[in-house]
């Protein structure tokens, strides 16, 4: 199956017990039916990822939607994470809010599955070297001018 001269996939039809079974007319056929079948595939590809990107268009409009009528804070930071939910998996998910002035980050809101204690959670990932301690890593090392930054947190 090929698609603007890039193989996606083939299609095989095989006889176990007459290697001679199918003619070259029956390949000529395959052939043409798989060209046809690669063109289908290819056009339901480019659907999904074009609904994929309607859904996060539709995502980030509804969380701007989202900030400019939610009343509070605490109540954008849970709507974000549900509408985030929408179109990544967010199972595991913190905010994190770096205040340049008082060289400190902040993380007023977080949901995770595996531990309620924020402030364990939080020295777990960062001596995890897990993604999420990079991001928070290299925003520190971003904002860092000329001394440490501190983490706090309602939960620590």
């Known amino acids: 199956m090929i698609v603007r001269d890039e193989v996606i996939g083939v299609m095989v039809i095989q006889h176990y017990s007459d290697p001679e079974y199918f003619t070259q007319k029956d390949l000529n056929l395959l052939i043409a039916v798989s060209d046809q079948v ?54 595991n998910f913190f905010i994190a809010i770096l205040n340049t002035k008082e060289r400190a980050v902040h993380f007023p809101y977080h949901s995770d599955t595996v531990d309620e204690d924020f402030s364990q959670l939080l020295k777990n990932m960062l001596n995890a070297g897990s993604n999420a301690a990079k991001i928070v890593d290299n925003m520190l090392s971003f904002a860092r001018k000329g001394g440490g930054f501190k983490i706090q947190s309602s939960y620590i």
């Open 38 to 91: 690669a063109l289908a595939i290819d056009r339901k590809k480019a659907q999904e990822k074009l609904k994929q990107k309607e859904k996060i268009t539709r995502t980030l409009f509804s969380i701007s939607n989202a900030v400019n009528i939610t009343l509070n804070l605490d109540a954008l930071y849970t709507k974000i994470h549900s509408l985030l939910g929408e179109i990544l998996d967010v199972t």
